[in-house]
């Protein structure tokens, strides 16, 4: 039982190794298998029984009322009257398709109406990819397309 800790001398804690490094394994293993499963639900034209478990994890009401508050809050950041954050946000763009974001931060709250799981990934690398529209001033052109086709994924029933 000795060898499986190991004692730390600068902080002087005892660690289980061999259950730390399985723990992060399983992490990264997790995060690779979600990686893989969002690139087939973003390519492919139905939900395989593969990816099922991923598109249930992107569905739930918890995490399309949470993109549903980042929008808002986004929409909200881009606003004139508020001094610039931290973020370098494309605020002209965001403000131009207010209007859009809201009404998509609206069908995400409406718990009732099932979405798609691929309109929620879309949404997702939006408001993530820091070289999107919502972020880069010369790619502002694509923002109006790139919310029209996270509209149609929420809306299309695969």
Known sequence: MQADLVTIPSAAVKVAWPRLLGAWGWRRELRRAR????????????????????????????????????????VRSADGRYL?????????????NASTLHELASRLTQLERPVS????LLLETLLTDGFGPLYVQYRAMELKD???RAADALASRR
């Open 35 to 74: 990686e893989e499963a969002d690139h087939e639900l973003l390519h492919s034209a139905f939900t395989s029984p593969r990816t099922s478990w991923r598109a249930a994890e992107l569905t739930t009401p918890k995490r399309r009322l949470a993109l549903a508050r980042s929008i808002e809050r986004l």
């Open 117 to 120: 799981p691929r309109g929620v």
């Open 84 to 96: 610039p954050g931290p973020m370098p946000l494309n605020r002209a763009a965001i403000r131009e």
């Open 146 to 148: 790139t919310l029209a």
